[in-house]
């Protein structure tokens, strides 16, 4: 599995954009960039993913460089309830039936100031 | 909507025990999965099925074994439960690759 490197921990204040960075310079291009996040004592919730462009949802905005060897995750107001741990996570969908296992890494641990 | 349910959310079992973890979607997603998370790591994947009558193993299967009898329904069994499964199990589902996963909110289980 191609593999990305996340920071182990941020900090944002509330109410103020958070960008998220995520290196994955081995991705092929199949691989497509998953974002989930993780509250406390919760399980994973599906954020964004992306192949090439970049995309937007309700949540977040997911910027892919244009060599798509990093991506950054951006949240546009954080607020309290926007502490998590973050995963970025590669799929490849061209791999047969380890297209379906999303690798978790550690993740990048998000605390929000008030 | 209740999205992916699991039960029980708590489980104490002895050790030889055997017990089997429920896990119900009513999205009607074709896809599902089971995973484990161990303290302060990330997730690794146990078991998968991509419809009713087809599972597959995932990365840790030793000590589990699954069923999909229905679109709906997905549980884990653990036969003769050991220290080493103490863990938070999560079930997840989806309709196909590459959109995103609805996971259930855990079960924590013990094996003392």
């Known amino acids: 599995d191609a593999k990305t490197t996340q920071p182990n921990s941020m900090e944002s204040n509330e109410e103020e954009p958070v960008h998220l960075p995520c290196n994955h310079s081995t991705i092929s291009g199949t691989d497509y960039i998953h974002w989930y996040r993780q509250l406390p004592s919760q399980g994973p919730e599906y954020v964004i993913h992306?192949?090439?462009s970049n995309v937007n949802n309700r949540m977040a905005s997911l910027a892919i460089a244009e060599d798509r060897k990093s991506s950054t995750l951006i949240l546009h107001r954080a607020t309290l309830r926007d502490a998590a741990v973050y995963y970025c996570i590669l799929r490849d969908l061209n791999s047969g039936g380890s297209n379906y296992k999303l690798t978790f890494g550690k993740g990048t641990l998000l605390t929000v100031n008030p | 909507n209740a999205g992916v349910t699991q039960t029980p959310k708590f489980r104490i079992l002895k050790i030889g025990q055997s017990m089997t973890l429920q896990c119900t979607q009513d999205?009607?997603?074709?896809?599902m999965y089971w995973y484990r998370q161990d303290p302060g790591m990330g997730l690794k994947l146990i078991y998968y099925s991509v419809g009713a009558g087809i599972t597959d193993k995932g990365e840790v299967p030793n000590g589990y074994n699954v069923s999909r009898s229905t679109t709906e329904d997905f549980p884990l069994r653990l036969e003769l439960a050991a220290p080493s499964q103490t863990s938070v199990y999560f079930c997840?589902?989806?309709?196909?690759?590459?959109?995103?996963?609805?996971f259930g909110s855990g079960t924590r289980l013990t094996v003392v």
């Open positions: 997840a589902s989806s309709y196909y690759s590459p959109g995103g996963y609805t």
């Open positions: 992306g192949l090439t």
């Open positions: 999205m009607n997603h074709n896809y």
